[in-house]
C-alpha cells in the first residue's frame, strides 16, 4: 500500500523545498502552513517533510533550537558528520554495557539454542563497531586518510587492511603505547566463546 502524506506534511514540505542553501524556514512559518503548531502538535508533520524534502532535493536539513529548520551547507554537512560518529559512539557502548550482563555463561542458560546464536552474533557486531568509533580508532582512520597523495575515499577492504596490520604512521614506538586491533586475535570475551573488543569505559 502507497503512504499517503498528510496535507500538513505536504504543506510543510512544500515550505522547506523552496528553501535555498544556508537558509531557515522560521518555525512560525511551518505553524501557519499546517495550522499546527510547529514545535508541538505539528512537529510529526515537520519531521516527515523534512525527510520527503531530504530525499526529493538530495540535501539534509537540521532543527535550529526554536529557530526554525535550517538547509545546510557543506560546511554544515560535514561538522554533522562528527555529530553522527559522537552519537554512535554513545549508543554502541550502551548496547556493549546492556549486552555484557548476559556474557556469564549461567546467565545465558534461559536462552534457547537460536537466541544464543542471537545474542553472540549481535554482542560481535556491537564489540566491532564500538573499537570501530573508539577515539584512537577515529584518529588513526583520520591519519590514514590525511596521508593520501590526493584527497579521496578509502574504500572499506583498505580500512579493514588498516587495522588488521595494525600499523601507525607513527611507528613502533606508537604502537606500543597506542592498542590495535587484530580482526584475527582481538580480546576474548570470557564465557561468551567469542572474540570481541572490550569497549572503553
Not at 539454542?113 to 568509533?133: A, C, D
Not at 595494525?166 to 561468551?192: F, H
Amino acid at each position: 500500500m502507497a503512504f499517503e502524506k498528510s496535507i500538513e506534511t505536504v504543506l510543510a514540505a512544500d515550505l522547506l523545498r523552496k528553501l535555498a542553501v544556508g537558509e531557515t524556514c522560521p518555525y512560525e512559518n511551518l505553524t501557519q502552513a499546517m495550522g499546527k503548531h510547529a514545535q508541538r502538535d505539528g512537529r510529526s508533520y515537520v519531521m516527515a517533510a523534512r525527510k520527503i524534502a531530504e530525499r526529493e532535493n538530495d540535501c539534509v536539513f537540521a532543527a535550529v533550537d526554536n529557530v526554525g529548520i535550517l538547509r545546510l551547507d557543506p560546511h554544515g554537512v560535514v561538522n554533522l558528520g562528527g555529530q553522527y560518529i559522537e552519537h554512535g559512539r554513545r549508543h554502541f557502548r550502551r548496547g556493549m554495557r546492556h549486552l555484557t550482563t548476559l556474557v556469564p555463561v549461567e546467565k545465558q542458560e534461559a536462552l534457547t539454542p537460536g537466541e544464543r546464536q542471537v545474542f553472540l552474533e549481535r554482542l560481535s557486531h556491537l564489540g566491532i563497531l564500538t573499537h570501530m568509533l573508539k577515539a584512537s580508532s577515529v584518529k588513526r582512520l583520520s591519519e590514514a586518510v590525511q596521508k593520501q597523495p590526493q584527497p579521496r575515499l578509502l574504500p572499506t577492504g583498505e580500512i579493514l587492511e588498516l587495522f588488521r596490520n595494525g600499523k601507525r604512521s607513527q611507528g613502533k614506538a606508537s604502537e606500543s603505547q597506542q592498542p590495535t586491533l587484530d580482526l584475527e586475535s582481538a580480546t576474548e570475551v570470557p564465557g561468551a566463546g567469542i572474540n570481541d573488543p572490550t569497549p572503553t569505559p
